[in-house]
C-alpha cells in the first residue's frame, strides 16, 4: 500500500512545506558559518599594542620602554603606530627599532608640540612574524614629579598581515604609565659671605656715530614652476602594480615607500599618490598591504 496514500492532499503540501523550511534554516545557518570563516580570513585575528613596565623613576632619570605587538596567529606585514606622551612629566629621547621588519624605521618622528610619536615599518620578506614580538625601545626622561601616561591612538594605528584585507583589528591596547619621583634633597652648609667691594665708576667715552650706507634693493628670483610626470594609462591594470610595467616587484613598492614617507607625494620621482591603490585619497599600510598580498618575494 502506498504510504502517501494516508494523508491527504493537504496534509501532503503541509508536509512538503516543512520540509523545506527546515532544508532552508540548514542551508541558512550552513552559508552563515561560511561568511562567518571567510570575514574571519580576510580581516584576521585582533591584534593588539603594548607598551612595558617599568619601576618609579627619578626625575631626571633617562628609560627604557620595549613597544611590542600580539600579532596571535596573523603574520604580521606592517605596523603604523602613534602614541601621545604625557610632555608635562617626560621627555622623548629615541625610539631604537628591532630588526623585526626589513624596511624599519620609515617614520619615526616625535612632535614636541603635541606629544605624539609615530612609527612605521613594513617587512618585504617571506619571513614569519606572529605571536608575541617586540617592534623598539622607547627612551623616556623623567621631567618632572608625578605620573606619565603613555596612550596609543585609538583610530589612527594600522596594523597588517599577509593573506588579509585592509588593517587588522586592533583591540585591547596596554597603555603605559609610569611614575616620576622627584630628587632627594641635601641641606646646605651655611657659608659667611665676603663683604664686596666697591669698584670706581668708570668714565664713559664719546662713541662716534658711523655713517649709514646704501642698502642694495634684491632683485626678484622668479619661482620656477614643477611640472607632474604623467602616468601610461594600463588596459589591463593589475592589482599592486604601480607603476604599470606589468608586473608587481620590488620597484613598485619603492614608488609606495617614497610617498608613504612624502605624505603622498615622492619628491625622487614627482608621483603623487601613484600607489593609492584602494583610490581612498592617501597612502597608507592599506595600500602596502594590497601591494603585498600580490607580490611574490
Known amino acids: 500500500m502506498d504510504i502517501f496514500s494516508r494523508y491527504s492532499s493537504r496534509q501532503l503540501l503541509t508536509i512538503g512545506i516543512i520540509a523545506l523550511l527546515i532544508l532552508a534554516l540548514i542551508m541558512t545557518l550552513y552559508l552563515v558559518k561560511r561568511q562567518q570563516e571567510v570575514r574571519q580570513r580576510a580581516t584576521g585575528n585582533s591584534v593588539s599594542l603594548n607598551l612595558g613596565t617599568v619601576s618609579p623613576q627619578i626625575v631626571k632619570t633617562v628609560f627604557d620602554v620595549p613597544l611590542t605587538i600580539s600579532a ?5 606585514t606592517g605596523v603604523d603606530a602613534r602614541l601621545t606622551l604625557d610632555k608635562d612629566v617626560v621627555d622623548f629621547v629615541s625610539f631604537t627599532p628591532s630588526a623585526l621588519f626589513n ?6 618622528s616625535y612632535d614636541v608640540q603635541t606629544g605624539v610619536f609615530r612609527y612605521a615599518a613594513v617587512d618585504t620578506t617571506s619571513a614569519q612574524i606572529t605571536g608575541t614580538v617586540q617592534v623598539g625601545i622607547l627612551r623616556l626622561r623623567g621631567k618632572a614629579p608625578g605620573t606619565a601616561n603613555v596612550v596609543f591612538s585609538q583610530t589612527a594605528n594600522q596594523i597588517t598581515a599577509l ?9 585591547n591596547n596596554t597603555n603605559g604609565s609610569y611614575t616620576i619621583i622627584p630628587q632627594p634633597t641635601n641641606t646646605p652648609i651655611p657659608t659667611n659671605t665676603p663683604t664686596p667691594t666697591p669698584t670706581p665708576t668708570p668714565v664713559p667715552t664719546a662713541t662716534p656715530t658711523p ?3 646704501a642698502t642694495p634693493i634684491p ?7 614643477p611640472t607632474n610626470t604623467p602616468i601610461p ?11 604599470h610595467d606589468g608586473s608587481v ?34 597612502v597608507d599600510l592599506i595600500d602596502f598591504s594590497m601591494w603585498r598580498n600580490v607580490f611574490n618575494p
Request: hydrophobic content about 30%; overall charge negative.
Open 72 to 76: 596571535s596567529a596573523n603574520n604580521i
Open 103 to 108: 624596511n624599519s624605521g620609515l617614520v619615526s
Open 163 to 171: 593573506g588579509t584585507i585592509g588593517s587588522l583589528p586592533i583591540d
Open 211 to 213: 655713517l649709514p650706507t
Open 219 to 225: 632683485t626678484a628670483t622668479p619661482t620656477p614652476i
Open 233 to 243: 594609462p594600463s588596459p589591463t591594470p593589475i592589482p599592486g602594480d604601480i607603476n
Open 249 to 282: 616587484n620590488i620597484l613598485d613598492f619603492n614608488i609606495w615607500r617614497c610617498e608613504f614617507v612624502g605624505n603622498g607625494i615622492c619628491a625622487s620621482t614627482g608621483s603623487n599618490r601613484q600607489s593609492d591603490i584602494n583610490t581612498d585619497a592617501k
